[in-house]
């Protein structure tokens, strides 16, 4: 898992791309990755957005996911994601549709743990959401 905090990006695709390409620094996709997500947010909208504060982008294995991993990026200052306030980016990359699940249903259980999530939206510490996550 690959953790960043940034204080303040200009909107939802810089945030992206900062997930995307740590993501690809490290070889979990290739650069045609960050096109497929935001044609699929150009297609059907912030449905990334899955909870309030969160999103989680991703696109398909054949877009460019090499390795499965997760890329969360925590933004001091929200930003509008299509009309929605975002502070947490949850960017996954999946090889394959049960590798997919299981990434989805970790993210899932931290979202849904009320005290893990406010821990990382009022962390400023990597090492700290790393371990909450």
Same mark, same amino acid.
């Given at each position: 898992?690959?953790?960043? /905090?940034?204080?303040?990006?200009?909107? %939802?695709?810089?945030?992206?791309?900062?997930?995307?390409?740590?993501?690809?620094?490290? &070889? %979990?996709?290739?650069?045609? %990755?960050?096109?497929?997500?935001?044609?699929?947010?150009?297609?059907? &909208?912030?449905?990334?957005?899955?909870? $309030?504060?969160?999103?989680?982008?991703?696109?398909?294995?054949?877009?460019?996911?090499?390795? +499965?991993? *997760?890329? #969360?990026?925590? *933004?001091? @200052? $929200?930003?509008?994601?299509?009309?929605?306030? #975002?502070? *947490?980016?949850?960017?996954?990359?999946? +090889?394959?549709?049960?590798?997919?699940?299981?990434?989805?249903?970790? #993210?899932?259980? #931290?979202?849904?743990? @009320?005290?893990?999530?406010?821990? /990382? *939206?009022?962390?400023?510490?990597?090492?700290?959401?790393?371990?909450?996550?």
């Amino acid at each position: 898992m690959i953790v960043k /905090i940034k204080d303040k990006v200009k909107d %939802y695709k810089e945030a992206i791309k900062i997930s995307c390409d740590s993501l690809e620094e490290k &070889g %979990y996709i290739k650069k045609s %990755y960050f096109d497929a997500i935001i044609s699929k947010i150009e297609e059907f &909208g912030p449905y990334f957005c899955i909870a $309030p504060k969160i999103a989680m982008p991703h696109a398909r294995p054949e877009d460019g996911a090499i390795k +499965t991993e *997760l890329c #969360v990026l925590k *933004l001091n @200052e $929200p930003v509008d994601f299509l009309g929605k306030e #975002v502070s *947490l980016f949850m960017t996954l990359s999946a +090889t394959d549709n049960s590798s997919h699940l299981k990434l989805m249903q970790s #993210v899932a259980g #931290v979202c849904m743990n @009320e005290d893990k999530l406010n821990k /990382i *939206l009022n962390s400023n510490n990597e090492e700290e959401i790393m371990e909450v996550m």
